[in-house]
Each structure stands twice: as C-alpha cells, then as structure tokens.
C-alpha cells in the first residue's frame, strides 16, 4: 500500500492505492490558500529540526515549541481529517467527577471539557511552557467557581497521585510519543477509579493488514517528521496485557486513528 501526495495549484489532494490491479482510489481533497499551506509547511519543517529523535529531551523542545504548537495541531490537516472533532467526542464520555488528562500539552482539550459536571481537573504534563500555555487558557476559561483546577508538572509514566483516584483518565494522542507508552497507560489505570473509564484517543496501529504494513514500513520517516510519532501503537495488545477491557471503540484514517473508552 502507498500513499500518494500532490501539490496542484492551490489543491492539496491525498489519495491511497489500496489494490494496484483494481485502481481503485480512496481519496480526499480540499483547496486552501497558498499562504496557510506555506505557513504549515514552514511551521512542520521546523519542528522536524527539533523531533528528529524520540529522547530525553523532549521536554526541551516542547519548551521550544509551546507558544507555535496550537498552530500546528489545529492546522488545516487536522481540520481535514476530523480530529478536532474526535477529540471533542472524547469528552462526551465524562460523566463527572475527578478528571485527569496526561500530555495535556498547551491544552488543545480544555475548551471541550464538560465543566458544569465536573467537581476537580488535573492536568499533567514535562514541559513547563507548554503548561503556561495551558494555564493561560483556563484562566480565561469562564469555568464554574466549583471547579478546582491544577496544572502540576510530572511525568505520566510517574504520577504523583494515589491508586484509583480519578473517575476519568483522559489521554489524546500521548501513547504515540510517550518514551514508554506501556508504562504511561499502566500509570493511567492505576490511578483510575475501578468504575472509573481511561478515555484514549490516540495513534494505533491499523487492523487492516495492508495498513498495518504501510505503517511499519514508514513508522521511522514518520517519527521524524511528525514530532516523534510512532504512529502504530499496538493499543490493543497494550489494553490486553494490562486487563483492560473497551466499552467502546471507533476507527478513523483506516484505523491508524482510534478512539477507546476503557475501564479496570
């Protein structure tokens, strides 16, 4: 399987080749303007420069990036592939409670969170100036008086919290570039409630075979040029080992994108 790019005009169109006798596409195109393309590309090309490799000092560059990662992550791709709304469908499963999401990062969730039902929020992350950044936000957030929030510095595969604390356990797209995304999900289900749920969506790898392959073929190119994303978590095999069961899950970009709503 391939993925064919092209640049035509002011078009930007994706397609892939699923059967080479068939030649049957599956494709999507929009038109942007030349300057927002540029602006991405730009953008992309110098976070390359920073992620080349999955390291130690990732915090460092996250620093780096803090006040210029929105633009990134709320660029025309990922209004194209939907995952603003994926990510506001991962919210709907919050009933309430004790909420902590790890990599909160810059807070890209915090506009979508439920506060009217929500007693306390906790938001984890390495980089300090991506959590100014999301401090930012909730304090221009009009969020209820009842809510307390707190944003502490840590890392996910060491949280300083005690066993079955939360009712929900959020996590958006961290397993991909977390240093050891088992140890980080085995922290994320030992501090959550047991009838609490651990809400992911995240990076995984496909079930469709053909896919699954293009993934590990590309997995290396795919980490340098996308932060150090490893783009084919085996979230299924890690749910497993760690008796996690889903309540619910949903595939995206054939299946190299999926939403789990899991519990103990």
Not at 91 to 105: D, K, P
Not at 183 to 191: D, I, N, P, Y
Not at 236 to 253: A, E, G, R, V, W
Request: charged share 20%; aromatic share 10%; net charge positive.
């Amino acid at each position: 399987m391939r993925l064919v790019a092209f640049v035509q005009g002011s078009s930007v169109c994706l397609g892939c080749h699923v059967n080479q006798t068939s030649k049957k596409y599956l494709s999507l195109s929009m038109t942007i303007s030349r300057r927002n393309f540029l602006k991405q590309s730009i953008l992309s090309l110098s976070v390359l420069n920073c992620f080349v490799e999955r390291s130690l000092q990732a915090e460092v560059c996250y620093d780096n990036y803090a006040k210029s990662y929105d633009n990134l992550e709320t660029s025309v791709w990922n209004r194209l592939f939907q995952l603003d709304r994926l990510r506001k469908e991962l919210l709907t499963y919050i009933s309430g409670g004790i909420v902590l999401e790890v990599g909160v990062g810059t807070g890209l969730n915090l506009e979508s969170y439920p506060w009217q039902v929500m007693k306390q929020f906790i938001g984890v992350d390495t980089s300090s100036s991506m959590l100014e950044q999301a401090r930012n936000k909730l304090n221009s957030l009009s969020i209820n008086n009842d809510v307390d929030w707190e944003l502490i510095e840590a890392s996910v595969t060491r949280l300083p919290f005690p066993d079955n604390y939360f009712d929900h356990v959020v996590d958006s797209f961290g397993l991909c570039v977390f240093d050891n995304p088992y140890l980080a999900l085995k922290e994320m289900s030992r501090v959550c409630k047991k009838d609490g749920t651990i809400l992911l969506l995240e990076h995984s790898s496909s079930p469709y075979g053909m896919v699954r392959e293009y993934q590990r073929w590309t997995g290396n190119l795919v980490a340098k040029l996308a932060k150090g994303c490893h783009w084919s978590v085996p979230l299924q095999d890690l749910l497993k080992h760690l008796h996690l069961y889903t309540i619910y899950q949903k595939y995206k970009l054939l299946g190299t994108v999926s939403l789990h709503v899991v519990s103990k």
